[in-house]
């Protein structure tokens, strides 16, 4: 069945290999640009993103035919050949094996953007493994019943 509307919003964290801070930043925009291209051709809609030395936050509205994995998993190998073949990175560049991907309601979509553009600001205050850490934490939090 087709589906006319939706409102399928997905934050994407995508760490690089042995969380090493592998994105230069003077090729910070142009791997965001990338990766807004491939989501965009991809038939979703790039909202933000922002790419830190180790790891990489983005947050889109998804097309109903393409899943989270398959979106994650063409952004992740199209990013690695990228950097790669482009040199933006010191050698091969890859990400970890897995990804999270975190569903976000249409009303919290300014407050994302926000938490995703101010990256450096916030990793000021507290660094990523801890902030991944308290991601899983409040997004995997068991549902108790009344």
């Known amino acids: 069945m087709k589906v006319e509307y ?8 995508f ?4 969380r090493q801070p592998l994105i230069q930043s003077n090729f ?4 965001e640009k990338y990766i807004t291209g491939i989501v965009k051709n991809n038939g979703c809609q790039l909202y933000s993103i922002y790419a830190n030395p ?10 109903p035919k393409i899943s989270e994995e398959r979106i994650a998993e ?10 790669t073949e482009n040199n933006l ?3 091969k560049f890859k990400w970890q094996d897995s990804c ?9 979509i300014p407050k994302v953007c926000t938490y995703i553009i101010n990256q450096p600001i916030h990793h000021q205050k507290i660094n990523s493994q ?13 549902i108790k019943p009344n």
Request: aromatic share 16%; hydrophobic share 35%.
């Open 54 to 63: 180790e790891h990489v936050h983005f947050l889109i509205s998804r097309s």
């Open 6 to 13: 939706n409102n399928l919003y997905t934050h994407f964290i």
């Open 28 to 31: 910070r925009e142009r791997i």
């Open 130 to 142: 801890s902030e991944y850490d308290q991601f899983v934490a409040f997004y995997q939090k068991p």
């Open 74 to 83: 063409i952004i992740a190998v199209s990013t690695e050949n990228f950097i």
């Open 100 to 108: 999270s991907a975190f569903s976000v309601s249409k009303s919290h």
């Open 15 to 18: 760490t690089a290999y042995q």
């Open 89 to 91: 990175s010191n050698g």
